[in-house]
């Protein structure tokens, strides 16, 4: 039996009562609660203070590059239809510099959990509006306030078919394991935004702030996508937590004869076996 | 024997030169087939050459001998390369030769296409009149053509073909006629990006990530065909950056990867190939170039990305750089590849372009014994537990684990300076032996690299330097060089980077005339080799206008300088 304890290791470089660790708890419970173990679990990440959480837990890590967390989980879902294939990362890495990833990621389907900690600003570059920040919000460089307006991800991924679509709080972290849980089981791609105070550098987005807004819709049916999509795009006086949308279509790895049965990494090979792929040119 | 095929894209050019190709090859003929094609789907000028010897050819030649020319232009094009004895097939009711032409061979493609079922079937006429003119038989071809087209298109293929060839029964005596062939000796007809998807598929890889791209898109092409009965995974990325780190998380994950690209797709994936120098993941890169600079000459070749090859990515990290010389070599070079990938655990950049990609010639069938599959995977005894996928070591070379490999054991890569568990650190004096690991790889991957092939007479006056998909070019050139009385040999580099240099630097300063052989602008080779050895040739021969080098062109530049 997996215990959180496994999971959770050492110090971590996040300010104190910085949302990430609510986050990493909720994550080792999670895991040790579908009772696995660390070797069967990969976390894929880019950079930034989330993408930081393989260094924080024990567990296989690809820490690769920004915005590039998705395409690396693609390949080692591939590779191993055995690994339960976890992307964790932040706004900036994953609507932003990933954004492209993001949208072909979630047309391909893969057997993957993506979590997202939404702090709506970039914390490792100092202050900076994410693709998620709040019009007018002033920061060093939008001096006069962002004037984007915010990136919508849950509009996004169900407009363009996600199966699995959810929004947590930190704050809310019973909520946030469970909702992680049933994303990590979900077969193919499952997003889970998550609203995380950054108590540094987002004076606006505070815990008292989302605490105020954050709701559970009563009696959502989640096969409901006009439904999932409406409260996609609630924000402002009423945020609406919860599993927006959960209905599951073929995964990415379906399509692919290679990919049933055995996972592909541990497979025998010997070039002898296909010394008949030269007949056809003859 | 010089063949040229040409007319509009969409007219079936290749559907020509691949039946014509591989019935000579079958019947023991050394057939060489280039493209030459315009980046269209439809109209322009494209042309196959088919170059036929007893033989295999190893280089183009522009002298014509059949000219087929399916729409005007054609004839327009390529006439003033017609040898005195040449034979033009052409169908009159759609243009007519100049009056002083008399090497016209008029034939009624398109009529005796429709009669046998479409207007589409011309191609197939046209094939049969070559043959015909080439005073072939028709078994082997019409056995060729049960095969290569489906069932229901069968019966008008053959009745178009045996039009074609009945056509020009009479004509037959005008042609010079065909070398000697030695139809015993078993051969396979293949282009380059065949003979690299192929390589891939018995070197083990079972991963390709790629995004398509002119003139790479044959070997993904190629994979993506032997999915299902190989078991293999082609996926075609959203971007370049999605397709190297796809892979880079494949080969993390354990398997054997690879992904292909032309020079704007590899300059999106310098920032994954920097990763992949970083995190120790064993990656194979396909570059085939292009003429650039930006979207440059997207059907034409050039030999313009060795510096961007070798050089390219932010930071320094050890990696080798291979290139396809020609198909014999090229098969087992890119086996070669997978294999200093995974020893070393480092990207290899697999340099062709597309002169090599999209040449065909017959050649002996491949030796898949001579492939080897090793993964230089850690085991329980080279990976003591706790596992540390950075664990310093005499060599540089950690054990390399997959995630899952050892139960109880987690591998944790990091973009990130690290430990050697993996974690991120600041510390100077870490981070100065995490990059004397890396790059003691380097000084490794020195001592792999093959010595460039000598081909030629022992003390040669003049030395002929080359690399890569030239070497065809610089073989025809030293034959015809020696045939003319002159001292030459050539040096021909397929290992690029570390380069090797002990060949170089005995055979060099010998030579009293010495050529380096580019198809680039500003002689890239030429200044790696001085960087590398203080090594310079006598000349520097360039062709950059984005068609590959010929013997000819080679003697006669030659015999200009000596």
């Known amino acids: 039996m997996s215990k959180a304890a496994d999971y959770l290791t050492k110090d971590t470089a996040w300010c104190p009562g910085c949302g990430n660790f609510p986050i990493r708890q909720a994550l080792a419970e999670a895991l040790a609660e579908l009772d696995l173990a660390p070797h069967q679990v990969l976390m894929c990440s880019g950079i930034g203070q989330a993408a930081k959480m393989p260094h924080y837990l024990r567990l296989n890590g690809f820490n690769g590059l920004h915005g590039r967390a998705l395409p690396p989980a693609v390949g080692a879902r591939v590779a191993s239809t055995a690994l339960t294939v976890i992307v964790e990362s932040g706004d900036g890495d994953s609507y932003g510099e990933g954004g492209n990833h993001f949208i072909h990621t979630i047309r391909r389907n893969p057997h993957l959990a993506h979590f997202v900690h939404n702090n709506q600003v970039y914390g490792l570059t100092k202050g900076q509006a994410s693709p998620t920040s709040e019009l007018g919000m002033q920061t060093n460089v939008q001096t006069t306030g962002v004037v984007l307006p915010p990136f919508q991800p849950l509009a996004v991924a169900l407009t363009m078919g996600a199966g699995f679509v959810a929004r947590c709080f930190a704050g809310e972290r019973k909520h946030l394991k469970e909702t992680m849980m049933a994303a990590i089981a979900f077969p193919g791609y499952a997003l889970v935004d998550i609203l995380q105070p950054c108590v540094t550098f987002n004076k606006i987005n505070t815990y008292a702030w989302y605490k105020e807004r954050c709701y559970f819709p009563a009696g959502h049916e989640t096969s409901d996508w006009q439904a999932a999509l409406t409260l996609a795009r609630q924000w402002g006086e009423h945020i609406p937590l919860g599993i927006l949308y959960n209905v599951p279509r073929p995964t990415f790895e379906s399509h692919f004869p290679a990919l049933a049965g055995a996972p592909l990494n541990g497979r025998p090979f010997s070039p002898s076996e296909v010394v008949g792929a030269q007949d056809e040119f003859r | 024997m010089n063949i040229v095929i040409g007319g509009a894209a969409g007219q079936g050019m290749d559907t020509i030169a691949h039946l014509l190709g591989k019935t000579l090859t079958r019947l023991g003929y050394g057939v060489l087939l280039s493209k030459d094609y315009m980046s269209r789907v439809r109209g322009g000028h494209n042309f196959s050459l088919l170059r036929v010897g007893s033989t295999t050819p190893w280089a183009l030649a ?41 090497r016209g061979l008029p034939t009624p493609l398109g009529s005796l296409a429709r009669a046998a079922g479409g207007a589409i079937l011309a191609s197939t006429v046209a094939t049969g009149a070559v043959l015909s003119l080439l005073g072939l038989a028709l078994p082997t071809a019409e056995g060729l053509i049960r095969e290569m087209f489906a069932e229901a298109l069968v019966e008008q293929n053959i009745a178009a073909f045996r039009a074609g060839y009945s056509a020009l029964l009479p004509a037959r005596p005008v042609v010079a006629p065909l070398p000697e062939a030695t139809p015993e000796t078993p051969q396979i007809f293949i282009d380059g990006n065949q003979a690299l998807g192929m390589a891939a598929l018995a070197s083990g890889c079972r991963f390709l990530a790629a995004y398509p791209m002119t003139p790479a898109t044959g070997i993904m092409t190629y994979l993506a065909a032997k999915q299902q009965q190989y078991g293999l995974v082609v996926e075609q990325a959203e971007d370049e950056i999605a397709a190297i780190n796809m892979v880079l ?314």
Request: glycine share 8%; charged share 25%; proline share 5%.
């Open chain 2, 62 to 102: 522009t002298d014509i001998d059949i000219l087929v020319a399916l729409n005007e232009e054609t004839y327009v094009v390529h006439h003033k390369k017609l040898r005195p004895r040449a034979s033009v097939i052409f169908d009159n009711a759609l243009f007519a030769l100049p009056a002083q032409e008399q």
């Open chain 2, 249 to 562: 998380g494949a080969s993390y994950a354990g398997l054997r990867s690879m992904t292909s690209t032309s020079g704007g797709g590899f300059a999106l994936m310098v920032e994954g190939l920097s990763l992949a120098g970083m995190t120790e993941t064993p990656i194979v890169v396909v570059l085939a170039m292009r003429p650039g600079p930006a979207t440059g000459l997207p059907t034409r070749t050039e030999q313009g990305d060795l510096n961007f090859a070798i050089f390219g990515g932010h930071g320094e990290f050890p990696r080798a750089v291979l290139s396809a010389t020609n198909l014999e070599d090229a098969f087992y070079r890119l086996n070669k590849a997978f294999t200093l990938a995974d020893k070393y655990q480092v990207p290899v950049i697999f340099l062709t372009d597309q002169d090599f990609a999209d040449t065909a010639r017959s050649i002996r069938p491949y030796d898949f014994s001579r492939l080897v599959y090793e993964r230089h995977l850690a085991t329980e005894e080279t990976a003591p537990s706790p596992y540390q996928r950075y664990r310093l070591t005499e060599d540089g070379l950690s054990p390399r684990a997959y995630p899952g490999q050892f139960a109880g054991e987690v591998v944790l890569a990091d973009s990130d300076e690290h430990d050697e568990d993996g974690h991120i650190i600041e510390d100077g004096a870490m981070r100065k032996r995490m990059m004397d690991k890396r790059m003691l790889k380097q000084n490794a991957l020195a001592n792999e690299m093959s010595e460039p092939e000598v081909y030629g007479s022992t003390g040669a006056e003049i030395l002929l330097i080359g690399w890569g998909s030239t070497y065809g070019a610089l073989r025809e050139a030293i034959d015809s060089l020696q045939a003319r009385g002159k001292n030459a040999a050539m040096l021909h580099f397929s290992d690029l980077w570390p380069l090797p240099l002990n060949n170089v630097t005995t055979l060099l300063p010998e030579a009293q005339y010495s050529f380096c052989i580019e198809g680039n602008a500003t002689g890239q080779f030429s200044a790696l080799l001085r960087r590398e050895s203080g090594l310079q040739t006598t000349h520097l021969l360039l062709k950059y206008d984005g068609r590959p080098w010929s013997g000819e062109e080679i003697v006669r530049e030659v015999e200009k300088n000596v």
